[in-house]
């Protein structure tokens, strides 16, 4: 497959998920969806449930990842609430963050983020300022991985390294991820 001048390749699925890589669902699911994400974007608010539910309905069959792409430009408190994601994530609680930070994308100044990290039993102030800053490097890893694979607005969504397009829905990620597992020897017509 090529892509057109300037395109960028479709990425592989391995080329997606770094080493370290959040991962929600069972860790060697056999389908993989990555979410270049913003905790600040409300479509990215709406897709994360969507997201969830495909992962907990799939019997263990897809797991998901979750990469930050933080608009900072036009969401300005995407950077520090990504930050204070992989701060939580030190200690076991991304997830939880995760889920915490798109219920409230109303509150995520430095306050708020504190708030929400004491909610999960951390230390507020290890999620803010300094504290947080040592995630720098991860969160800008997802997001030059996420430009280099055509990233340019989030939700992006890959499906085993298959760009989603559209609104984010299950029955699209259903049929995404239906996709994903048809062997190739299933595609042409029996007997061909």
């Not at 395109?7 to 056999?30: I, Y």
């Not at 995760?98 to 504190?114: N, T």
């Amino acid at each position: 497959m090529t892509s057109a001048p300037g395109t960028p390749a479709a990425p592989r699925t391995t080329d997606l998920v770094p080493a370290d890589a959040h991962v929600f669902g069972n860790p060697d699911a056999p389908v993989t969806i990555v979410e270049f994400g913003d905790f600040e974007c409300p479509y990215c608010h709406d897709a994360a449930p969507v997201l969830r539910t495909v992962v907990e309905e799939s019997g263990g069959q897809v797991r998901l990842v979750f990469r930050h792409f933080p608009l900072f430009e036009v969401h300005p408190y995407a950077l520090t609430a990504a930050l204070a994601a992989e701060a939580a994530g030190a200690r076991g609680r991304f997830w939880d963050m995760h889920d915490l930070l798109f219920a409230h994308q109303d509150r995520l100044d430095d306050a708020g983020l504190s708030h929400w990290a004491q909610k999960l039993g951390l230390d507020g102030a290890s999620v803010v300022g300094d504290a947080a800053q040592r995630f720098g490097d991860v969160v800008e890893r997802d997001y030059l991985a996420g430009s280099a694979a055509g990233v340019r607005g989030t939700p992006t969504v890959y499906v085993e390294g298959v760009r989603y397009r559209g609104r984010v829905t299950e029955a699209g990620l259903r049929a995404a991820v239906a996709a994903a597992t048809v062997p190739a020897s299933r595609t042409a017509p029996d007997g061909a």
